[in-house]
Nanobody, 126 residues
Framework: VQLQASGGGLVQAGGSLRLSCAAS????????AGWFRQAPGKEREFVAA????????LYLDSVKGRFTISRDNAKNTVYLQMNSLEPEDTAVYYC????????????????????WGQGTRFTVSS
């Protein structure tokens, strides 16, 4: 499966942004998905994950209540809605996917994923 992330840019603190990750090549409904981010000089960090059917989600503590991961399997797309953005959210955001045989499977480490998008960058200004 090929992943294409989009939606980055510049946003003010307190603002909102939605990232999209479009998948092609395979039946995306068979894949669990996640979002990671990497700030300059830091390791790649888990942000959110969603099961293949969308019924289960998992979040980094610092984004709970602000970020929402969702998916539309009919459109082969995963979304990350981000509200109340903070300068600390500035990073390159990557979407990732892995074929999953379990309906509720969620994965929170980079090594769990087989497919990665190219990353989309956004900056939150204070």
């Amino acid at each position: 499966v090929q992943l294409q992330a989009s939606g980055g840019g510049l946003v003010q603190a307190g603002g909102s942004l939605r990232l999209s990750c479009a998948a092609s090549g395979r039946t995306f409904s068979s894949y669990a998905a996640g979002w990671f981010r990497q700030a300059p000089g830091k390791e790649r960090e888990f942000v959110a994950a969603i099961s293949r059917g969308g019924g289960s989600t998992l979040y980094l503590d610092s984004v709970k209540g602000r970020f929402t991961i969702s998916r539309d399997n009919a459109k082969n797309t995963v979304y990350l809605q981000m509200n109340s953005l903070e300068p600390e959210d500035t990073a390159v955001y990557y979407c990732a996917a892995r074929r999953s045989i379990m309906t509720a499977q969620l994965m929170a480490t980079p090594r769990d994923y087989d497919y990665w998008g190219q990353g989309t960058r956004f900056t939150v200004s204070s």
